[in-house]
């Protein structure tokens, strides 16, 4: 159990376009996810944390307008990356936190995707 | 502010053990964790261990941890070339707000 898929795995994109990620909890509620991004040989940072039905909280450095997260569903959220350039390739991962009783949350990680801006 | 830290790389025979090494500084940790991550794939937790413990064993993974120093370590017996991958230590407060190492890249030799 406890499965976070994201769609698609990989994407190719013109320079100006915008990217549409999908990240979904498979088998579980999920009232927080979380964005990652991933350079090459490089560790993950967080993005951003996405609440279900409320605005997405973004770490420093980000620009909400650049990603958008809407998190509409308590399986989905997704990322835009609006008008995308090179230096937005990278390896995007979502993560989905399962609450359990007692306060230990744990949370699963999606297979990533990776977006490479021509 | 929270801080994580590995060795980048690490080079063992097949069949010897693995020791990856990982020092943090927030010592409000309550969960730490190892990842390992396959070329272009997503984490996979490898395994966690709750503040208040010292070691943790599963199969062929030992993880050790001096809360005094705010070392962890994964230990990994009879390497084989399966596990050639990159290791991510993490910490995080009750499950929340994770912090990632770099990363550490096993290498098994043949």
């Known amino acids: 159990g406890a499965v976070v898929s994201q769609h698609p795995s990989w994407v190719i994109c013109k320079s100006g376009t915008s990217v549409k990620i999908e990240c979904r909890s498979l088998d579980f509620q999920a009232t927080t996810m979380f964005w990652y991004r991933q350079f090459p040989k490089q560790s993950l940072m967080l993005m951003a944390t996405s609440n279900e039905g409320s605005k997405a909280t973004y770490e420093q450095g980000v620009e909400k307008d650049k990603f958008l997260i809407n998190h509409a569903s308590l399986t989905l959220s997704t990322l835009t990356v609006t008008s995308a350039h090179p230096e937005d390739s990278s390896f995007y991962i979502c993560s989905a936190r399962l609450q359990r009783e007692g306060f230990y949350n744990e949370q699963f990680f999606g297979p990533g995707t990776r977006l490479t801006v021509l | 502010g929270e801080d994580v830290e590995q060795s980048l790389f690490l080079s063992v025979r097949e069949g010897d053990s693995s020791v990856i090494n990982c020092t943090y500084t927030d010592s409000s940790s309550t969960y730490l964790y190892w990842y390992k991550q396959e070329p272009g794939a997503g984490l996979q937790l490898l395994t966690y261990?709750?503040?208040?413990?010292d070691m943790k064993q599963d199969q062929r993974l030992t993880v050790l941890l001096n809360k005094k120093d705010k070392h962890l370590s994964l230990r990994i017996a009879d390497t084989q070339t399966g596990d050639s991958a990159i290791y991510f230590c993490a910490e995080s407060i009750h499950g929340q707000n994770f912090v990632f190492g770099p990363g550490t890249r096993l290498s098994v030799l043949p």
């Open positions: 261990i709750f503040s208040n413990m």
